[in-house]
């Protein structure tokens, strides 16, 4: 009786923190427009837009051209999430700074998104394309509605994190990582009460948990038990990222028996979205707390992030200092899939050769970032295998689709795994 009284008064505590994110969205999503007049907001759960430097001609035209600013957050112009307002009958052609690095090029291929019911579903524009410095893209038709909310990719707030991970309570292979509450908590980013900062457009950041759980079969207890970390949403905009690692974890929480093989075989502590202030403010690739940090370069011995001091602590007493596989999950560029990893012969591993097989646009990149997640894996866990999966922006891609994908990132683990147990039998063999 005392623990069913804890666990309902932990779960009362979690409530509230994710209906203080939700009630954010819903208020401005119901405050509407002003009678014939286009405007904007994005005071939402990663919402982001420069307002003041958004311009708008021909408002009174059924045709405007909307220049959309980007905030002044380190490496700007990829993440977009905005409601705009007064659009009744009106097709507005957007036109977006290009983001200045190697996105640039594939922004051709790239598609925006619209939902009709304040975020809840998303369709994709139909069209796009790069003109000189902008990108460009028009409504299919007028609009029906008044306040349609706009973003660059399929978005994923901390909210559908919080969510997602309420729905693994139940399940016989999810529990607490030891260290870390009831609630799947690690611990709260500091937001504004604890750290003293605000976001570049000077708001408030809310404490957003640091949510970390373990997917196992607790009847299969054994020595040679594998060590798995899987991470993402360090890169606060990378959005597609966290469908794809949503997917994988459902997978491996399913009755599928690869599901139920790799629950025997391995313990796999998931960290479903490692900078939370980053992904609440609408940042790119940093946090509020850090402005001018990349996040996947902060995984050293200093980190700026609270959030990644926490988990770098926390991550190594939870594995023991020892992890057979890290994978941290990224989207970059536009329309590409790729696997980043920093061994010379990662295009011979089995992860990387089992979806390439699934998904043969797959690419391998030699890719070694000092203070990433997978090398900070590397050098501090021991790993035989640690890279990124980055699935980048794919247009046309519904969750369901990044889901899928998941999935398949499911059913490569296990033959990482059972390449490695191979190579330990040959080890222990000579
Ligand atoms: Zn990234």
Redesign the pocket.
């Known amino acids: 009786m005392k623990k069913e009284k804890g666990r309902r008064n932990a779960t009362r505590r979690w409530g509230r923190d994710l209906s203080a994110l939700v009630i954010l969205g819903t208020a401005v999503w119901a405050a509407g427009p002003l009678a014939g007049e286009i405007s904007f907001s994005q005071d939402f759960d990663s919402g982001s837009l420069n307002i003041e430097e958004t311009t708008v001609e021909g408002a009174e035209t059924d045709e405007p051209v909307i220049t959309l600013a980007p905030r002044n957050i380190l490496s700007t112009g990829r993440w977009f999430h905005f409601d705009i307002s007064g659009v009744q009958g009106k097709r507005p052609t957007f036109r977006v700074p290009a983001v200045r690095d190697a996105n640039r090029a594939h922004l051709a291929d790239h598609r925006y998104v619209f939902s009709l019911d304040g975020g809840e579903t998303f369709s994709y524009f139909k069209n796009g394309d790069r003109d000189g410095d902008q990108y460009v893209f028009t409504a299919d038709e007028p609009f029906a509605q008044e306040t349609v909310r706009i973003a660059y990719s399929l978005p994923y707030p901390v909210a559908r994190t919080v969510e997602h991970t309420r729905g693994l309570f139940g399940s016989s292979w999810v529990s607490p990582i030891p260290g870390s509450d009831r609630q799947f908590v690690v611990d709260f980013s500091p937001g504004t009460e604890k750290g003293g900062h605000r976001d570049d457009i000077g708001r408030e950041i809310p404490r957003l948990p640091i949510i970390g759980y373990r997917i196992t079969d607790p009847d299969a207890d054994h020595e040679g038990k594998f060590r798995v970390v899987l991470t993402s949403g ?2 606060a ?2 959005t597609t ?1 966290n469908h794809v690692l949503e997917g994988k974890i459902d997978f491996l929480v399913s009755d599928d028996p690869v599901a139920a093989e790799l629950r025997r075989m391995a313990v796999m502590d998931v960290y479903p979205q490692v900078n939370p202030e980053g992904r609440w403010a609408g940042y790119m ?1 940093s946090s509020p707390e850090a402005p001018r940090v990349n996040v ?1 370069r902060d995984w050293h011995d200093d980190p700026q992030n609270t959030p990644v001091k926490t988990l770098t602590e926390f991550i190594k007493s939870a594995t023991g200092g020892s992890a057979a596989v890290v994978i ?1 999950y ?3 560029r536009d329309g590409e899939m790729e696997i980043w990893d920093g061994r010379d012969d990662g295009n011979q591993r089995p992860y990387f050769r089992f979806l390439k097989d699934l998904h043969p646009p797959l690419r391998f990149l030699h890719w070694r970032g000092n203070g990433s997640v997978s090398t900070w894996a590397r050098e501090n866990l021991n790993t035989v295998e640690s890279f ?1 999966v ?1 699935t980048g922006f794919l247009a046309g891609w519904q969750a369901e689709d990044y889901h899928d994908f998941g999935r398949n990132n499911g059913l490569a683990l296990l033959q990482v795994l059972r390449a490695i147990e191979k190579e330990r039998a040959a080890n222990e063999g000579n």
């Open positions: 360090t890169h905009s990378e990222g690739r996947n941290d990224h989207s970059h990124i980055e």
